[in-house]
């Protein structure tokens, strides 16, 4: 199912006959369900009036796995030594 978002308010077809109308409003996002919606909104796209979105999410969703990250261990610097003061 694709989806657009409508950049600029136009009246469309509400219905598949094309019978009934309603506005369509800038910044709707709208999933094209069916044959004729996506008919509608590729006219939209092809006048400027709307662009494709990829919103696509899945529908489920788990929870991120955690990573074991193992910490490198500490290098001593040789800056944090102290000089040995020589007689």
Known sequence: MK???VVVPKPGANDPVGIEL???EAGEIVK??????KELMEAFVSNGWAIETKMDAP???SA???AKVKAAPKKKS???KKPVAKK
């Open 22 to 24: 309603r506005l369509y």
């Open 3 to 5: 989806q657009y978002k």
């Open 59 to 61: 529908d489920e969703t």
């Open 64 to 66: 991120p796995a955690k």
């Open 78 to 80: 040789k800056a944090s």
């Open 32 to 37: 094209a369900k069916e044959k004729w919606q």
